[in-house]
């Protein structure tokens, strides 16, 4: 018997998470749930209800109301599931940069199909550096044979952006000097405002209060 293939995901990490990935204390990213591609339809995120066996498991789905563009409401609503099952992969694109050992090519070195002898992998996540003009690679432009980071995703559910626990904040690599349980309420504690902050960071201004539904991937490296 056969054993079928790994599914596996590329997923964008800035440097503090690649680090925090590294440590050990990054076991969760959370990702914008999109509505599908489709010119002939209008998606409502906003009236979007959960579906799922209960809040914590793997599974979940999101109901979301649509209309076709040129007709009024139907009451039409389509089950969302996330892009990624558990048991898929995870592999990190960063920012990376190609160069020969021990000295730097006074061109732009562009990636090869594999890394040639006396040529390694740097990656800015761990403090290394580059010498002009070369220039970092943006992580959206990494291989997968690049990598250095594979992980197996463990659980997959959906909630909105603001519904994140303090434990949670805490799985998601974000760290802040206040204990658990100082205080309660939707970005009202400690480390909610961290992750407040983390996720504007990111995403821009606002990105908080808007909201948003949410997938939650846990995950662990392997």
């Keep these: 018997m056969t054993t079928a293939a790994i599914k596996e995901h590329p997923m964008l990490f800035s440097a503090p998470m690649v680090r925090a990935i590294l440590a050990g204390t990054k076991m969760q990213t959370r990702r914008i749930v999109k509505a599908p591609k489709n010119s002939a339809l209008i998606y409502d995120l906003e009236s979007a ?7 914590l498991d793997s599974g979940q789905y999101l109901h979301v109301p649509f209309r076709h563009r040129d007709e009024p409401d139907e009451g039409c609503r389509e089950r969302l599931h996330a892009p990624w099952d558990v048991g898929d992969g995870l592999w ?19 990636t090869p199909d594999k890394l040639p002898e006396g040529w390694t992998i740097l990656y800015r996540a761990s403090g290394d550096e580059v010498i002009k003009p070369i220039h970092w690679k943006p992580s959206i432009f990494m291989p997968r044979w690049a990598s250095r980071i594979t992980s197996e995703i ?6 909105r952006l603001q519904d994140i626990s303090d434990r949670d904040v805490a799985a998601e690599g974000c760290s802040w000097n206040e204990p658990f349980g100082t205080a309660t309420g939707m970005g009202n504690s400690p480390a909610q405002r961290a992750y407040y902050r983390l996720w504007e960071s990111i995403h821009g201004k606002n990105s908080w209060s808007s909201n948003p539904w949410v997938w939650v991937i846990k995950f662990k490296k392997i």
């Design 92 to 110: 990190v694109k960063e920012t990376f940069q190609i160069a020969p050992v021990g000295k730097f090519c006074p061109q732009q070195v562009k």
């Design 49 to 55: 209800s959960v579906d799922g066996p209960n809040a």
């Design 154 to 159: 463990t659980g997959v559910r959906v909630e």
